[in-house]
């Protein structure tokens, strides 16, 4: 199990590096519409063209890129890793079985969703602390000038909250608590985790299987499994994963970014962001998220694949 985890955090560390300003541009367009801004800089990003060209103009390429970067290599080596390597194992112990349940054969679809769907959930419980310090640091980001002020940024005009990725981990546990402020959001941390795990990893699995299964035999081509069929796979599955998990992940950002008290909870950000927005809430952000989730998942699933044959296991 160590080996499996060890090849899904080092690949997803690897590609959530890459996708990072995607990210920030994120994280900056769903805080921006209520929750973790200041009040005057509401709506200040609206879009993914708008963001990132204001973010280059006031902070250039380097500010785009670094947010929370030490975070997103954490959370991709822990919360990530967790997820996507301890999948095989939890799918494998389940007794959701085309054959019935009597420990041949393969998992159906279903069985696939529920061990998705479960290793996200176990990973967004232990893990979701590496998010709430990613997410507030990447809100927090912006140029600073001589006197230690933010001049950009959603907390343009303020001093920064923390000073370094550990910093942020203490100063959120002291000043919120530990489970009040590190755990932030975990309530929708958790159904975001299932649903984007269910989706990415059954979809995966299964459009591998069918795919790997001569048509004699009810699959569809008989392909070989290899880095051809993981990518045509992946992205697939990123469609899937980043559409149904979309509003959990809008809720989650805000409420673990706000470190005010202005949401008492999922349900409530909910209850705001529909009366605020409108269903059109909860997507916000969509554009830079699949623009990010979509590559990160078409060359993660590849990269661990063969990090795992790298370490003697075989292909997912």
Known sequence: MAR?????????????????????????????????GSVGQQQQYRSLGQTLRRILAEEGLWLLWTPGLPATWLRGLTYT???????????AALPLRTDGGDGSGSSGLLGKVVAGATSGVIGAVLFTPTDVVRIRLQGDAGALGADGVLRTGLRAGRRPRYRSTAHAFGA??????????????????????????????????????????????????GAADGPALHLGCSFVSA??????CMP????????????????????????QTLRAEGARGFFRGYAPAMARQGPVMVLQ????????????LEYM
């Open 239 to 244: 469609l899937v994963a980043q559409t149904v």
């Open 4 to 36: 499996q985890v060890l090849a899904a955090g080092a690949g997803s560390a690897l590609t959530d590096s890459i996708f990072n300003p995607l990210e920030c541009v994120k994280v900056r367009m769903q805080i921006s519409s209520g929750g973790g």
């Open 172 to 221: 959120i546990a002291r000043e919120e608590g530990v489970l009040r402020g590190l755990w932030r959001g975990v309530s929708s941390n958790i159904a975001r985790a299932s649903l984007l795990s269910g989706g990415q990893l059954a979809t995966y699995d299964q459009l591998k299987e069918t795919l790997r299964r001569p048509s004699a035999e009810g699959g569809v081509l």
């Open 301 to 312: 699933m590849p990269i661990v694949e063969q990090l795992r044959r790298l370490l003697g």
């Open 81 to 91: 890793g967790f997820r996507v390597g301890m999948y095989p194992s939890i799918k």
């Open 248 to 271: 959990a992940d809008t809720m989650k950002t805000k409420v673990m970014a706000d470190g005010g008290g202005q949401f008492r909870g999922l349900l409530d950000c909910a209850a």
